[in-house]
């Protein structure tokens, strides 16, 4: 017996422009948590839930999704996950963090809740764009 194309709970990754098959690697679902962990909502930590909308580069729109706490009168700092995690990685020190400043944390593409047509190209000059698309 062959075993299933992708694990239970995941999801293939968007074919790439001019691809006929997904990427080999099955995203999981952004609700996915560890084992023995308790899931909680992004509302538990975050003021604030947005997708921004971008052009994606081979046409078509990315939507990012942002989350937002914090002071609107102090500084803002702008919160990167790195690979394989999300914005919900910074959940905890967000509730410290927000005291004093307004917090923005995204999930890349690729991760958490952020859903774009090339979620394959992870690319540091594609991540860098992104991020500057998203903060404009």
Same mark, same amino acid.
Do not use: I, N, R, W
């Given at each position: 017996r062959r075993p299933a194309p992708f694990p239970p709970g995941a999801r293939p990754v968007r074919p790439l422009p001019g691809?006929?098959?997904p990427a080999l690697l099955p995203r999981p679902q952004a609700s996915a948590t560890a084992?023995?962990?308790a899931q909680s909502t992004w509302e538990a930590y975050y003021d604030e839930?947005? !997708?921004v909308r971008v052009p994606a580069p081979c046409g078509g729109e990315d939507a990012f999704r942002v989350y937002v *706490?914090?002071?609107a009168e102090g500084p803002v700092l702008v919160l990167l996950h790195g690979g394989g995690l999300s914005a919900m990685s910074y959940a905890l020190a967000t509730q410290s963090l927000k005291r004093k400043a !307004?917090?923005?944390a995204l999930d890349f593409r690729g991760h958490g809740a952020t859903e774009t047509i090339d979620? *394959?190209?992870l690319s540091k000059d594609r991540l860098v764009a992104d991020v500057a698309a998203v903060l404009r």
């Open positions: 691809a006929d098959s084992p023995g962990l839930c947005h !997708t *706490a914090g002071d !307004t917090v923005l979620e *394959a190209d």
